[in-house]
């Protein structure tokens, strides 16, 4: 998990853990071990999270990480699904009255190393003859606090975790803007070790059901009378009542069914950790159903 990003993954006074990417985890374990809390949590900075799952230290990563294909190729891993689609962006105070990153030639950007992030700003700032001067941190506690404490002019990092952290961070949200361009495409996704075909297929089929749950109406509250009732050929295969999907998998044939019952589909974990009614409050936006104008997109449970 992350060492703490509001809305995705973050642990409170009493160590209990929330947000997207900790739901994620809770559904694979639900699907794959019956209990949605079988899950140990080993918070990573961006430096340590890809040498953590290729040692075996960890069996997933799940930790706003963006498929490139670098990492997708060259680590020993395979990315299972995008979790959540973004892109990066600059946070500056509102008093420079900047409206577009463009208006930011010769400013100090924080900025943290070792993700994707570090990359992309010199390339847009190469490309855009902006001079941009980062200030590199290993971790993001130390990013954000020299961003806050006025050393930069500007931070940069996926818009979610702008949002988030000017969310958690800020004495007053307001004083902070998050600027209009995404300068990057950012998939988000969990991680497994590659040469686990079965786990790799589990974790992937988990996120795939989460989406299309959503897409056939199948709640967290109406999960357990959909599976007595639903005469709907999709939602009695998800769900096992007409087929065994969960063989397949190595899983039984309320594999489906556990997850979402843990968490709820993907639209009500997105609601409830990043979406309106929550803290963040974000837009759902391309993260919306594929059928709702969005590009989320799940191939079928069949």
Same mark, same amino acid.
């Given at each position: 998990?992350?060492?703490?990003? #509001? ?38 900075? #961006? ?122 961070? #800020? ?132």
């Amino acid at each position: 998990m992350n060492t703490g990003l #509001a809305g995705f993954s973050a642990a409170d006074s009493e160590g209990k853990w929330s947000g997207l990417d900790v739901d994620i985890c809770r559904a694979i374990a639900a699907a794959m071990l019956g209990d949605a809390n079988k899950v140990k949590w080993v918070p990573l900075n #961006a430096q340590q999270r890809f040498t953590a799952l290729q040692s075996g230290e960890i069996d997933i990563l799940s930790r706003n990480t963006t498929w490139t294909l670098t990492r997708d190729a060259s680590l020993g891993l395979n990315f299972t699904a995008t979790t959540y689609y973004d892109g990066q962006g600059f946070m500056i105070p509102t008093k420079l009255n900047v409206k577009s990153a463009k208006q930011l030639k010769g400013a100090t950007v924080c900025v943290q190393s070792g993700t994707t992030t570090e990359k992309n700003l010199t390339d847009y700032s190469r490309a855009n003859k902006l001079d941009l001067k980062p200030i590199v941190f290993e971790k993001l506690e130390a990013a954000t606090g020299a961003y806050f404490s006025g050393r930069c002019s500007a931070y940069t990092t996926d818009a979610s975790g702008l949002a988030s952290t000017r969310n958690k961070e #800020a004495q007053n949200p307001k004083d902070h803007m998050i600027l209009p361009e995404l300068i990057s495409k950012e998939p988000l996704g969990p991680v497994v070790r590659r040469g686990d075909d079965e786990f790799f297929a589990i974790a992937k089929w988990v996120i795939f059901g989460l989406v299309e749950s959503e897409e056939y109406g199948i709640t967290q509250a109406n999960v357990e009378q959909l599976a007595k009732t639903s005469k709907d050929p999709v939602v009695m295969r998800i769900l096992g009542t007409s087929e065994d999907t969960g063989k397949l998998l190595g899983l039984d044939k309320d594999w489906m069914g556990r997850a979402i019952k843990a968490v709820g589909n993907y639209g009500e974990i997105f609601e409830r950790n990043v979406g309106p009614n929550s803290a963040l409050n974000l837009p759902r936006g391309v993260n919306a159903l594929w059928s709702e104008g969005g590009i989320m997109y799940a191939p079928p449970v069949r």
